[in-house]
């Protein structure tokens, strides 16, 4: 069993950055791709982020490429996900996943666990 817990969104003006943190429990943690989804009102849920279970491989969806910094401290159980840069339409719901045969996937269906969601909303 995988546990996901994501936290750290809040309320920013636009240009501004926040950092949102996931921390996993349980197995196989270890051995799991980690991503960022996001689902903003009236919208399906969209790949912001994904990094493979040793941190070599990433990717990013485009609309968040050079301003978004997924990381991941295996150590601690951690995953992070640094927004630079940000944007009004960047508001969602942010949600950690994690894909248990996948190295990285911007596929919703391919994650297994997924946290509770942080709301980020950031104004003009």
């Known amino acids: 069993q995988v546990q996901l817990v994501d936290s750290g969104g809040g309320l920013v003006q636009a240009g501004g950055s926040l950092r949102l943190s996931c921390a996993a429990s349980?197995?196989?943690?270890?051995?799991?791709?980690m991503g960022w989804f996001r689902q903003a009102p009236g919208k399906e849920r969209e790949f912001v982020a994904s990094i493979s279970w040793n941190g070599g491989s990433t990717e990013y969806a485009d609309s968040v490429k050079d301003r978004f910094i997924i990381s991941r401290l295996s150590d601690k159980n951690m995953v992070y996900l640094q927004m630079n840069s940000l944007k009004p339409e960047d508001t969602a719901v942010y949600y950690c996943a994690a894909a248990i045969v996948y190295r990285t996937s911007r596929i919703a269906s391919h994650y297994n666990y997924w946290g509770q969601g942080t709301q980020v909303t950031v104004s003009s």
């Open positions: 349980g197995r196989p943690f270890s051995s799991s791709a």
